[in-house]
């Protein structure tokens, strides 16, 4: 994923400066020179006095935000009119701190703007604002607004409507129904004072200060308290993020399945990170639901566990070590092969061209034995410097972990960063030309991307094959709150690419062993009803095994309020067909504050 700290400050600059590539100009009506604020907002998510000046708009300050580059107030109308498409609140953006105070009825001079956060690329919707004020003080001392309360009964059960083809899949132009989609309803409050109540966090608190809660408490609830994201047909309507408009010092370290009890208030904003937010003035009170990290089953003397784990960018500088390793033995009862993605180079992400990753590999074996696990061995393949994505210079790769104890791996010389591995038929069974060895690393589809390593072990006798596996990211593609609906998905072009390879060589395996024992697994950024599982699973050579959990219970990641499956491990026939399997999707990061990654590890357990 791309960093977020600097699309942050690239977000705050372009806020500061209000660029004209982020302002959508309409015709303005004839009679511009005295509106009030629903006419400033009107009916569609563009003004129609967008890029023209507005004078006298009335309205009671409501908040002020008073920190980083937007700063600004916002103003409310007390006197609404009766169209409930037609925001009341607006965000004026003074660009330093505002000399008014919450309470204070003025008048704003100014030029109507639509502000795009994350600019014009990034497909986002806009952003009514205000700017360049000239602000007259009416009165001081009088109530705000009373908030319009959101809850499962305002907000409707269809998400949004579908974008105006004339205009590229923009709901832009569309106007506003805000009591039949739950993103115009959401439109039709911006800017103005809003509460939810009693509202069940479905997203931890992450690191900026922002949790999502849901108002819905029914809405595809997962069994842990958060809400599953099953299609792109059904969305989570209830969806809401919470933002402090003060100082983030206090802000509640919340896990999924807490409450926010009693109100949290504030204006509706819209924001790069997610859109609709509210940003609260009053938050309610943290209830604890007491979530626990999960522990898996161990395996038995029989049964093969198979494991993947994204341990997010590790490298020998990280304070993770510890808990890594008390995850791998504690919750995943010491897998007998582990898949670790994002195994960062011996110097991380200093870009000196350092490729070899054995100090962080051996780092974390060493603090795994130091948790009462088994000395594992490993294997991997060094990638071309910065040729593999991620962080720069960090060349993250895939790493077999293995308990030597259990499972054997069988070397086959000659695998390296840029030689494909094979497949070739010896006694009626399929072996690998090399052992690990990459799949087709020189094809396009994995151009900066990270290549699939592919190992054979043997256990019990028994030959299986593991395909390690983090493909494309979704980095790029729009948000669910995108002006273009639906949104545009633009990283699964090269991921169903390299969807389409993984197959083939899957294929491979199994026409030369029909009855193979094949697992593909890892990172595959997508979901498990996604086009590229969908390819991955080809016609029946794989299957994705988290499929055979409830569907409240096939989540690996929690991103925006949203429970996914982006970790999966998918199986071959010979594995499928004995019905002879568990799996586990073990929640021990996704959902907490505190997590040390931002994926949950899979477990597969079955008997070759």
């Known amino acids: 994923m791309p960093s977020r700290s600097s699309a942050r400050l690239a977000a705050l600059t372009v806020a500061a400066v209000c660029s004209a590539t982020s302002a959508v100009v309409l015709t303005s009506p ?36 008073t920190y980083g580059s937007s700063r600004g107030f916002w103003l409310q109308d007390p006197t609404p009119d009766d169209n409930p498409a037609t925001s009341e609140g607006v965000f004026v953006f003074t660009g330093s701190t505002p000399k008014v105070a919450v309470g204070d009825s003025v008048t704003v001079n100014g030029t109507v703007s639509e502000y795009v956060p994350g600019g014009a690329s990034s497909g986002n919707q806009s952003l009514t604002e205000i700017t360049k004020p000239v602000i007259t003080t009416v009165s001081a001392g009088n109530a705000v607004p009373a908030p319009t309360v959101v809850d499962a009964r305002s907000v409707p059960s269809s998400y949004t409507p579908t974008g105006d083809t004339a205009a590229s899949g923009s709901v832009n132009g569309l106007a506003l129904q805000p009591s039949k989609y739950a993103t115009d309803y959401y439109e039709s409050l911006e800017g103005m004072n809003v509460q939810v109540a009693d509202a069940r966090v479905v997203t931890a608190t992450d690191p ?19 809400t599953v994201y099953g299609s792109y047909e059904s969305q989570n309507t209830g969806r809401l993020q919470i933002q402090s408009l003060g100082a983030t010092a206090d802000f509640p370290k919340a896990n999924v399945g807490d409450t926010l009890t009693g109100a949290t208030t504030g204006p509706m904003d819209f924001n790069q990170f997610g859109g609709y937010t509210l940003v609260a003035s009053r938050l309610g ?23 993947t ?41 200093k870009d000196d061209g350092t490729v070899g990753a054995s ?19 490993w294997r991997s393949i060094d ?25 054997s791996f069988v070397d086959r010389a000659g695998g390296d960063s840029t030689t494909a591995v094979g497949v070739t038929k010896v006694h009626g069974a399929a072996r690998l030309t090399v052992s690990p060895g990459r799949i087709a690393p020189a094809d396009t589809a994995w151009a900066n991307s990270r290549k699939p390593l592919a190992g054979e072990f043997t256990f019990r006798g028994r030959t299986v094959f593991v395909i390690a596996n983090h493909l494309n990211s979704k980095g790029g593609d729009q948000g669910l709150t995108a002006q273009y609906q639906p949104p545009v998905r633009s990283s699964e072009v090269q991921r ?59 989540y690996t990641y929690d991103y925006q309020g949203n429970q996914q499956v982006l970790d999966q491990i998918l199986i071959s026939p010979a594995i499928r067909r004995g ?16 997590q040390v990654s931002d994926h949950d590890p899979q477990v597969l357990r079955f008997r070759p």
């Open 309 to 349: 784990y994204n341990v997010e960018n590790l490298d020998p500088a990280d304070a993770t070590f510890d808990k890594h390793a008390a995850a791998i033995v504690g919750n995943l009862q010491s897998p007998d092969i582990v898949s670790l993605e994002e195994i960062q180079d011996d110097n991380g992400a």
């Open 579 to 594: 019905d002879d399997f568990e799996y586990d999707s073990v929640h021990i990061n996704s959902e907490f504050n505190d």
């Open 359 to 377: 100090a962080t590999v051996n780092k974390l074996i060493d603090a795994i034995v130091a948790a009462g696990g088994p000395k594992y061995d």
């Open 383 to 407: 990638p071309v410097n910065d040729q593999d994505g991620g962080e720069p210079g960090g060349n993250i790769r895939q790493v077999f972990l293995f308990n030597p104890q259990r499972v």
């Open 208 to 226: 900026y200060s922002e949790l999502w809660v849901t108002v819905k408490p029914r809405e595809h609830r997962s069994r842990r308290g958060g």
């Open 496 to 554: 169903h690419a390299q969807a389409t390879l993984v197959n083939a060589f899957v294929k491979d395996l199994l026409h030369a062993q029909k009855d193979a024992n094949v697992i593909a697994l890892g990172d595959m950024n997508d979901f498990e009803f996604s086009g590229t599982t969908k390819i991955l699973e080809g016609h029946g050579e794989l299957w994705s095994a988290i499929k055979s959990l409830p569907k409240r219970e096939r």
């Open 30 to 65: 004839a009679h511009a020179d005295s509106v009030r604020i629903h006419d400033v907002q009107g009916t569609t998510r563009i003004s129609p006095f967008a890029g023209q000046s507005v004078a006298d708009v009335p309205g009671i300050v409501t908040a002020t935000r």
């Open 285 to 307: 009170a943290l209830k604890s639901a007491g979530l626990q990290r999960e522990t898996t089953q161990q395996q038995s003397r029989r049964e093969l566990a198979v494991a």
